[in-house]
């Protein structure tokens, strides 16, 4: 992954602040492209691995059909209320599928660590259920542009 930032680098997120960050957020929203070239954004839950984002998506939903077609995805995750205190990150690159879709809990190692993340992190719950209806998208980002306002000495 690559941080093309040119401008704002001072307030740009550190490797370890990002890693921070994003295993920490909760929802995401994730642009997708439809056959018409129109985007298409919808919130998500997600995992972060440290290389990787991990997004558990419904396989019947717009965005899978616009994946399947169209791998390429942008993510930004968020967060804070006053200027002072926003800070996020957008991630890009191209959403590969991983795991039977869709997801009925077939031995896949590929998936040992983000499901127990998620599982954890939304269900506290040391193992995912499966439920037949979403599969796993995987992100490890080509580029990533971050921000931390909280670096404005005075914002």
Known sequence: MTATQRRGRRIM???QELDV???G?????????GADGRPHVSALWFCWDGRSLWLYSLTRSRRWAQLR??????VI???G????ELRGAELTGTAEAVGEVPRTGEPCPALDAPERLFAAKYFGLDELPHDGRH??????PETV????????PGA
Do not use: H
């Open 13 to 15: 997120m550190s490797p």
């Open 21 to 23: 960050f994003l295993a």
């Open 25 to 33: 957020q909760r929802t995401c929203r994730v642009a997708t492209v």
């Open 69 to 74: 077609r169209d791998p390429r995805l942008a």
């Open 77 to 79: 995750v968020d967060d």
């Open 81 to 84: 209320e006053d200027y002072g």
């Open 135 to 140: 599969g796993w998208l995987r992100l490890t």
């Open 145 to 152: 542009v971050s921000w931390d306002f909280r670096k404005i």
